[in-house]
């Protein structure tokens, strides 16, 4: 059964720092990685899409990258801003082409002015 | 182009009570997936529609039902709410002709079961 997990829970930094977020996956056999983000009671958008064949994907000032071998993903966020702050989910989609996707918990970011 | 649009965005029901929460997807997508986010939670998957008929089903009771129209738009329904259906209920949409197309969300409905 695939499990996501993100590390940390809740980071807090002030405004201009670069900063990762992780994201591990249990099962290696994935069709796809997908970073969200989610503003407070609001739906989620998607920031990156990396395909299982790929190894990054960059997007302005994120870039995310994916080792499958590894069951890792993070998301790299440069020059954070205090519009940055949100949660940000990783959710993986099993091979097969069902869309269903698996989530992590979330990481929930503050940016300080 | 309008993107997942879901209605209401807001329902407040007793514990008991049926509800009906509804989703059209983005202009071009065929399929539609529920997801329930409870506070301080990712999303879990409930179920996906395609052609009409539920395709993949996650880990949630008989109570959860849903139905997809000929249009693509689709329902989630839960009888007989319970205080712990309170949650987050996004409505994703996709189309089914690549496997590795995004998932767009809409932004939810926030339900209350007093």
């Known amino acids: 059964k695939q499990e996501v997990t993100q590390i940390p829970a809740a980071l807090s930094v002030p405004e201009g720092e670069n900063l990762v977020l992780n994201c591990s996956f249990t099962?290696?056999?994935?069709?796809?990685l997908q970073w969200f983000r989610q503003d407070p009671g609001k739906g989620l958008t998607s920031l990156l899409l990396?395909?299982?064949?790929?190894r990054e994907q960059t997007s302005g000032r994120l870039n995310a990258s994916l080792d499958k071998s590894s069951g890792r993903s993070t998301l790299y966020i440069a020059a954070s801003q205090p519009g940055d702050s949100a949660t940000y989910l990783c959710?993986?989609?099993?091979?097969?082409?069902?869309?269903?996707?698996?989530f992590g918990q979330g990481t929930t970011l503050q940016v300080k002015p | 182009d309008a993107g997942v649009t879901q209605s209401p965005t807001h329902l407040i029901k007793t514990r008991g009570q049926q509800v009906t929460l509804r989703c059209s997807p983005k202009s071009g997508h065929d399929t539609v997936s529920w997801y329930q986010q409870a506070l301080g939670q990712g999303p879990q998957f409930i179920f996906q529609?395609?052609?009409?008929?539920?395709?993949q089903r996650g880990n949630f009771p008989d109570r959860f039902s849903g139905h997809q129209y000929p249009n693509y738009s689709s329902e989630l329904n839960v009888n007989a709410l319970l205080l712990g259906d309170s949650a987050l209920y996004l409505c994703?949409?996709?189309?089914?002709?690549?496997?590795?197309?995004?998932?767009?969300f809409g932004s939810g409905t926030q339900l209350s079961v007093l």
């Open positions: 529609y395609y052609e009409e008929e539920e395709r």
């Open positions: 099962d290696s056999a994935i069709y796809n």
């Open positions: 959710a993986v989609r099993d091979s097969g082409n069902t869309g269903k996707l698996i």
């Open positions: 990396i395909q299982s064949s790929q």
């Open positions: 994703a949409s996709s189309f089914s002709g690549t496997g590795n197309e995004k998932l767009f």
